[in-house]
């Protein structure tokens, strides 16, 4: 079966533009998660979702948001775009909750000049 | 705070060879854990997982170990190959719900380089 899919794979923005990326879930995978990854912070959490209702959030700043479709298939936006948010962007899909066996997508590596 | 650290960065073996991965987590309160291997320009891909109720699982080619005593964990390799050869990542997370929805909190990471 396909895998957790992330569009797009590149982006390049300008300071202060937003942006927004996508993440289409394992068919019958209900909840979405994103983090973030830099060289300097590693892997940390933005948000999850599970059934189009946002359950957690981590501690990024309110430009960081998202949303799920009943669908399951997530995106989120970053407004304002900063210099430092230039990162590789990573989602990750599982069943329900209970089951944390996440699978990730290959993420999409944003660049913000 | 909630934190899962590395005690190496680095690790360079040779073929064949068995590598062990270490990694301490420091919220006595987590229930699973995880370890991921990523390679360039992937994402982090599945290995194995164990829950705190359990100290010893076994995948294929790979063992994790759980030291909940002195919140350690470890991923053990047998006979490492050049494919092995990633960034290899420890998370955890509590499974009481809402704080630890979706929320995996990942190790630094451990570049494991294996020569032929």
């Known amino acids: 079966k396909a895998g957790v899919t992330q569009t797009p794979r590149y982006l390049i923005k300008t300071r202060g533009q937003q942006v927004t990326l996508s993440c289409s879930p394992i068919?019958?995978?209900?909840?979405v998660s994103w983090y973030q990854q830099t060289p300097g912070q590693g892997l940390q959490f933005l948000f999850e979702y599970f059934s189009e209702t946002q359950r957690n959030k981590g501690n990024f700043p309110g430009r960081f948001s998202g949303r799920q479709f009943s669908n399951s298939r997530s995106e989120m936006n970053v407004s304002t775009l900063e210099l430092g948010d230039s990162a590789l962007y990573l989602c990750?899909?599982?069943?329900?909750?209970?089951?944390?066996?996440?699978?990730f997508g290959s993420g999409t590596r944003l660049t913000v000049v | 705070g909630e934190s899962v650290g590395l005690h190496l960065p680095t690790l360079s073996v040779q073929e064949g060879d068995n590598s062990i991965i270490n990694c301490a987590y420091s919220n006595s309160a987590s229930d699973y854990f995880i370890w991921y291997k990523q390679e360039s320009g992937k994402g982090p891909q599945f290995i194995i997982d164990?829950?705190?109720?359990?100290d010893k699982r076994q995948g294929q080619r790979v063992t994790v170990l759980l030291n909940k005593t002195v919140k350690h964990l470890s991923l053990q390799i047998a006979a490492t190959q050049p494919g092995d050869s990633a960034v290899y990542f420890c998370a955890e997370n509590y499974g009481a719900g809402g704080t630890s929805y979706g929320k995996l909190t990942f190790g630094q990471g451990t570049i494991l380089t294996v020569h032929p």
């Open positions: 068919s019958g995978h209900r909840s």
């Open positions: 990750a899909s599982s069943l329900e909750w209970q089951n944390y066996g996440y699978t």
């Open positions: 164990i829950r705190s109720n359990m």
